[in-house]
Nanobody, 123 residues
């Protein structure tokens, strides 16, 4: 069973950047596509993007396209979410999740989840 832990969250001013990491304890990370989601208080969990097991394919939500970039290093069992040009509306708890197929945008179809990391963007 894969266990995921996010890191890299924090507070940043609008226009700034953060890089989130998703460390996967199971060394079979290469079997999974990884998705990123976020959830703001009082709102539903929102799909941000997903990256294939090889890293060769990715899919982004329109809300982050052109600003956020996913990458992965399977040798390090880590997936990254580079977030640029951050806006106050990007404030949320960010989660990574794993699923055995690609692409999947529906959160309920993901098999494993991290506990989340808070990102706060101030204006």
């Amino acid at each position: 069973q894969a266990l995921l832990v996010e890191s890299g969250g924090g507070s940043v001013q609008a226009g700034g950047s953060l890089r989130l990491s998703c460390a996967v304890s199971d060394n079979t990370l290469s079997k999974y596509a990884i998705g990123w989601f976020r959830q703001a208080p009082g709102e539903a969990r929102e799909f941000i993007g997903t990256i294939s097991w090889s890293g060769g394919s990715s899919k982004y939500a329109d809300s982050v396209k052109g600003r956020f970039i996913m990458s992965r290093d399977n040798a390090k069992n880590t997936v990254y979410l580079q977030m640029n040009s951050l806006k106050p509306e990007d404030t949320a708890v960010y989660y990574c999740a794993a699923v055995s197929v690609y692409p999947v945008v529906t959160s309920s179809l993901y098999d494993y989840w991290g506990p989340g990391t808070q990102v706060t963007v101030s204006s």
